[in-house]
């Protein structure tokens, strides 16, 4: 199975860029589709953005949408999230996620369906 590694969480000011990436380890990335979640206290967890095995179908949650990248590199067995203009409501612990799918399916911002789950990145936007 593969395990993935979240990094490039931190602290930045409001209006601030943040670029997360996603390690995988174990099995080739391009097996998966990967997305990116978060969850901030109290609060469930929040679909932020998807992108299918290829990379060529790629879903944001509305909350980020027009703000936020999602993008991935096979070869290096990556993915990475690009957000911009960042709000205090974006503070939350940031999750790298994977599920089977095959090539052509479209990816999901729902979190039920993924299988593997990094540990996480905090992600902290200051006023």
């Known amino acids: 199975q593969v395990q993935l590694v979240e990094s490039g969480g931190g602290l930045v000011q409001a209006g601030g860029s943040l670029r997360l990436s996603c390690a995988a380890s174990?099995?080739?990335?391009?097996?998966?589709?990967v997305g990116w979640f978060r969850q901030a206290p109290g609060q469930e967890r929040e679909g932020v953005a998807a992108i299918s095995r290829g990379g060529g179908n790629t879903v944001y949650g509305d909350s980020v949408k027009g703000r936020s990248t999602i993008s991935r590199d096979n070869y290096k067995n990556m993915a990475y999230l690009q957000m911009n203009n960042l709000k205090p409501e974006d503070t939350a612990v940031y999750y790298c996620a994977g599920r089977r799918q095959i090539l052509t399916a479209s990816p999901s911002v729902q979190p039920e369906p993924y299988e593997y789950w990094g540990q996480g990145t905090q992600v902290t936007v200051s006023s």
């Open positions: 174990g099995r080739s990335l391009q097996n998966y589709a």
